[in-house]
């Protein structure tokens, strides 16, 4: 029999994935592996946001970044390009009203990954040398957009618009971790800052065991059958352990398909 399907996403990108995964006729556990919150100040985000009519082109690093930076956003001006990685941003776009119909935006092809290195080679960066670009992302993450856009010649400022955190390893996610990893199940993981956090928690959870030697939670979860979309993540995974991966692609289509062979 089936394990169940452990969709670690955040919270708010979850949901539509699990729908479909029930639909499968598998069991489904949501586990959020990282947390996304407003930023404590959003002085600097509101202000910037202020003057959107200003840049040339805006890049959203993810999903969460549009709905952080939408929270304060009316009306996209008109004639500012939209750029995303993939179809979760495109669908986080078209949430807040913001269509291809309506609207430039420039995302990568569907049939290569979603990141910013094959959203890089989809922009005309010739035409952004001397531009104002806005990047819009976490409070940390990578920096090769803004460097490759640099690069160009654009005129780059980047503003953080969320928070991300490991959640932190309360009695209730130390129950649920523990039974997950009682059984084989299928962790679709789409972000290695997640796989790394999880991989911490557990090593918090061992700690309390009252026999910590012989309990290691980290080589149990190494035993589980990770599906993740991106080589990035796949070679962390590999980094901390893991082998039984499945790599897939970008997209949902694609997850949903690698989840189907595993029947």
């Known amino acids: 029999m089936a394990g169940a399907v452990v969709i670690t996403r955040p919270l708010a990108q979850a949901a539509p994935l699990a729908a479909r995964v029930a639909a499968l006729g598998r069991t489904v556990e949501v586990l959020p592996l990282l947390d996304i919150a407003p930023l404590a100040d959003q002085r600097q985000l509101q202000a910037t946001l202020a003057r959107l009519a200003d840049y040339a082109l805006v890049a959203f690093v993810s999903p969460n970044a549009i709905d952080a930076a939408f929270a304060h956003i009316q009306q996209w001006p008109p004639g500012v390009t939209l750029a995303v990685v993939g179809e979760g941003s495109r669908t986080a776009l078209a949430a807040h009203g913001v269509t291809p119909d309506r609207y430039r935006i420039v995302c990568p092809a569907d049939n290569v990954p979603s990141d910013s290195e094959h959203l890089l080679q989809t922009l005309d960066l010739a035409a952004l040398k001397g531009q104002p670009v806005l990047i819009i992302r976490g409070e ?124």
């Not at 789409?190 to 009252?210: N, V």
Request: contains cysteine; glycine residues 8%; proline residues 4%.
């Open 140 to 263: 940390s993450g990578r920096e090769l957009m803004g460097d490759g856009l640099r690069a160009a010649g654009a005129l780059v400022d980047v503003v953080p618009a969320y928070r991300r955190s490991v959640p932190p390893l309360t009695a209730e996610l130390a129950a649920t971790l523990r039974r997950l990893l009682a059984q084989q199940n299928d962790w679709i993981i789409t972000s290695s800052e997640a796989l790394r956090g999880l991989c911490g928690i557990l090593a918090r959870l061992d700690l309390q065991h009252p026999d910590a030697m012989q309990h290691n939670s980290v080589v149990a979860m190494q035993q589980q059958h990770l599906i993740v979309p991106h080589a990035r993540i796949a070679e962390t995974a590999n980094n901390l352990g893991f082998s039984k991966l499945t790599l897939t692609g970008s997209g949902d289509e694609r997850l949903l398909a690698a989840l189907q062979s595993c029947l």
